[in-house]
């Protein structure tokens, strides 16, 4: 089993940033693809970036393309995902996620496997 536990949420002027970390924890030596999703108000849950076990492989959305990061640093099992230039739009609770299936199946959230509890993103217009 694998938890995650993602921190760095909170509210920000449009056009600042934010670094959301996920810490995982249990079997950490198992390889997974690492994703963020959000999820906005009154919105169905949809991937932001994607990055699969050898770091090579990357994706994000369209919406967030140039302004977000996502990476890892594995001495300390911990994704990241830095976020500049935010938008109104970007408001959402964000959630780390681990899939033990390709990267390419992940993007509709139904070949995950395990989720974080979430953390808020607020940004004021």
């Known amino acids: 089993q694998v938890q995650l536990q993602e921190s760095g949420g909170g509210s920000v002027q449009a056009g600042g940033s934010l670094k959301l970390s996920c810490i995982s924890s249990g079997n950490t030596s198992r390889r997974y693809c690492l994703a963020w999703f959000r999820q906005a108000p009154g919105k169905k849950r949809a991937v932001v970036a994607t990055l699969d076990e050898s770091g090579d492989r990357i994706t994000y959305a369209a919406a967030v393309r140039g302004r977000f990061t996502i990476s890892k640093d594995n001495s300390i099992n911990t994704l990241f995902l830095q976020m500049n230039s935010l938008k109104f739009e970007d408001t959402a609770v964000y959630y780390c996620?681990?899939?033990?299936?390709?990267?390419?199946?992940?993007?509709?959230?139904?070949?995950?496997?395990?989720w974080g509890q979430g953390t808020q993103v607020t940004v004021a217009a």
């Open positions: 996620a681990a899939s033990y299936y390709d990267c390419s199946l992940v993007a509709s959230g139904e070949f995950v496997n395990h």
